[in-house]
Structures are given as structure tokens and as C-alpha cells.
């Protein structure tokens, strides 16, 4: 099993920044990689970003350039650095981890937290 804790949203207005932390416990060792997914009212969750152990990352299109993805290992921790945010960035976001046990692939998910820009 594998926990999350996020922290770090809050209320910003358009342009500003936060950073989401996410750290990890339990068994960090079977986690091959971390992101961050949001989910605004009424809609799916979406993808955002994401980091492998080896330091490899993605991005959602509508975040590349804005958003900032990291991660310290020895602290099982992932970022997202958030610059440059707009109104639509406005959502709950969900840490995610994905493990590999006993070769069965498995999702693990944070609390959420809440990240709101105001115009």
C-alpha cells in the first residue's frame, strides 16, 4: 500500500503561482511514477503531469510551459511548480502514484486540494 498527502493549494489571482507537494509513504519502493491529475466541477479528472524514477516528464498541452513537475526521492516527495495561472487552471488537484507489485500494476491517489485563480 501506498499513502499520499498533498499540500500547498490555495487561492491565487491570474498570474500568480503555487507549488502542490505530494509526499508518499508505505511502499514507496514499489512506485515507478508519480503525477498530478485535477478535476474541475462537473468534468473528468484530467492528466496534468507526471515524472518517472528516472526523472523522465510529461505535461497535459495546456499546461507545458506553465507548470513545473519534480521530485526528491530521498524525501518521496513530487512537486508541481504552477506559474502563470489562469482562471481555467482552477480545479481540485490529485496526487497519483503508480506501483508495480508481484506483476500487478497498481493507482494510488491523494485527498485532492484545492487550487483556485481568480480573475
Known amino acids: 500500500q501506498v499513502q499520499l498527502v498533498e499540500s500547498g493549494g490555495g487561492l491565487v489571482q491570474a498570474g500568480g503561482s503555487l507549488r502542490l507537494s505530494c509526499a508518499a509513504s508505505?511502499?514507496?519502493?514499489?512506485?515507478?511514477?508519480m503525477g498530478w491529475y485535477c478535476q474541475a466541477p462537473g468534468k473528468q479528472r484530467e492528466y496534468v503531469a507526471s515524472?518517472?524514477?528516472?526523472?523522465?516528464?510529461n505535461y497535459a498541452d495546456s499546461v507545458k510551459g506553465r507548470f513545473t513537475i519534480s521530485r526528491d526521492n530521498a524525501k518521496n516527495t513530487v512537486y508541481l511548480q504552477m506559474n502563470s495561472l489562469k482562471p481555467e487552471d482552477t480545479a481540485v488537484y490529485y496526487c497519483?502514484?503508480?506501483?508495480?507489485?508481484?506483476?500487478?500494476?497498481?493507482?494510488?491517489w491523494g485527498q485532492g486540494t484545492q487550487v483556485t485563480v481568480s480573475s
Open positions: 508505505g511502499s514507496t519502493f514499489s512506485i515507478n511514477a
Open positions: 497519483n502514484a503508480k506501483s508495480r507489485r508481484f506483476g500487478l500494476n497498481y493507482d494510488y
Open positions: 515524472i518517472t524514477n528516472g526523472g523522465t516528464t
